[in-house]
């Protein structure tokens, strides 16, 4: 049955697209939604990004007919903005009727009794507007056509046991994939196998996608690093890989995401000429109060949001000129320069940006660019839209490798958009698993310090 889904404001900034999206439902916007898109089109960053996307899209429907009488779409639904039916009657008292959300709240109420018995759904991603929603009677959806339906977040790998002429056949150059797992592997996931009848003889592998392979670069050094625990070794084989072209790393804090990519990109860039240079992007959220504009060049604006790099790439630096001594009581270890720093990570970092080698940007500057021969690293991209995640991929050019980077809890995502189930990193993770060129791994286990293993754990 035909249904009428009127549109909240955020809905249309978390999806500027979204009006394809409703089947052959009826789509209403209140006017104050558009009210809202126009204060929002100058704001800074993702949101005021999305309101001039969606902007253009409502001019695009418009050219069709009158949006005022409603015009219909290809998916067999239509789209009309509402002008009329702003009824306070039907709320109770202690709304606060000089409120947006609340004239939304009374136009929806209002339509729900006109067009009885159609079922009439406010679609909202605002927590608070759902709640107020529901007290008063109205069926209140969250935007889905985004969300990842599983709980259980693809990892990029999984335990299991083989006989050992299995597992000397994968080191002896690849296994077909037994019967019993036939079907279940995505390309490029990896296998953890352990011997049903040899003790200790064991193996971590990958489905190229044909065959079960042994890995090639998990004992590789990048940039002085290399890595420590069993996801680390996976996330090092899709980054060295060339064939591997787009990489997602999901991982808590401390879990390694930031420094392995970072150290893989240098590598590749600076010491192998691989790529002809390291894009950082990050998107602009703060995390709390928002300091306001920063002075400056776009370089300069973005130093503050760029410290997971700067942080990298200085302890990747240190490694390249410090080396670790024991003591004399062999009871502990300090650093001893091999020879002084002449520069900070500062330095290295603007003297390659001065010859184009590195570059830091923001998703507000990608709009209409080519990546090429480039390796870009999106960092914190659980704070991306869907939307957004698309965008920068449709920027990949020629000879380029793109790797998202981030943690998908809902602990660490401060941008109202999005949630653990609807965020880019996890949107591109579901998308782009079946594919070849692409892989993904999640890494477990915090590599920083006593207290920041305790703090992930116990907070």
């Not at 990489?247 to 879990?255: K, L, P, W």
Request: aromatic residues 8%; charged residues 25%.
């Amino acid at each position: 049955m035909v249904k009428n889904f009127i549109l909240d404001t955020n809905v249309m900034i978390h999806d500027p697209f979204c009006f394809y999206k409703f089947e052959d439902n009826h789509i209403i916007i209140p006017i104050i939604c558009i009210e809202e898109l126009d204060h929002l089109k100058k704001r800074e960053g993702i949101v005021g990004y999305h309101a001039r996307c969606a902007a253009r899209e409502l001019s695009n429907i418009r050219k069709r007919g009158s949006l005022s009488d409603g015009v219909e779409l290809d998916s067999g639904g239509s789209l009309r903005i509402e002008l009329n039916h702003l009824d306070y009657d039907a709320l109770p008292d202690g709304l606060d009727i000089s409120k947006n959300d609340t004239k939304i709240l009374a136009i929806a109420k209002k339509l729900q009794e006109i067009y009885k018995p159609i079922q009439t759904v406010l679609v909202t991603k605002d927590l608070y507007m759902a709640i107020k929603g529901d007290a008063i009677g109205l069926e209140i959806q969250d935007y889905q056509n985004d969300k990842i339906e599983t709980d259980d977040l693809y990892k990029g790998y999984i335990d299991t046991q083989f006989f050992s002429r299995q597992i000397d056949a994968i080191y002896a150059g690849g296994l077909s994939v037994p019967p019993e797992l036939e079907g279940s592997l995505f390309p490029n996931q990896f296998l953890h196998i352990k011997s049903l009848d040899r003790e200790g003889h064991e193996i971590l592998a990958r489905y190229d996608g044909q065959k079960i392979v042994p890995l090639k670069y998990q004992n590789e050094v990048s940039w002085g690093l290399t890595p420590i625990n069993r996801e680390q070794k996976m996330a090092y084989e899709l980054l060295l890989n060339p064939d591997i072209h787009f990489v997602t790393i999901s991982g808590g804090a401390g879990s390694g995401k930031t420094i392995l990519a970072t150290a893989v990109a240098l590598q590749k860039v600076i010491e192998q000429g691989q790529y002809r240079k390291i894009v950082f992007v990050r998107p602009v959220v703060p995390a709390g109060n928002d300091i306001g504009f920063l002075p400056g060049t776009e370089e300069e604006k973005l130093r503050p949001w760029m410290g997971s790099f700067y942080d990298a790439i200085e302890s990747l630096v240190d490694q390249k000129v410090l080396k670790k001594q024991k003591d004399m009581t062999g009871k502990g270890r300090h650093m001893v320069y091999s020879e002084k720093p002449e520069f900070s990570v500062d330095d290295f970092i603007e003297q390659y940006r001065k010859y184009g080698v590195i570059e830091t940007k923001t998703f507000t500057y990608m709009r209409g660019r080519t990546l090429s021969d480039a390796l870009v690293i999106v960092d914190e991209a659980q704070e991306i839209t869907p939307h957004l995640a698309k965008l920068m991929l449709t920027r990949a050019g020629f000879g380029s490798k793109f790797v998202f980077i981030g943690d998908p809890s809902d602990n660490q995502i401060d941008n109202v958009l999005v949630d653990a189930k609807s965020n880019g990193l996890v949107y591109t993770i579901e998308k782009m698993k079946p594919f070849t060129i692409s892989g993904h791994v999640c890494l477990k286990q915090v590599e920083r310090s006593p207290l920041a293993q305790i703090a992930e754990k116990a907070m």
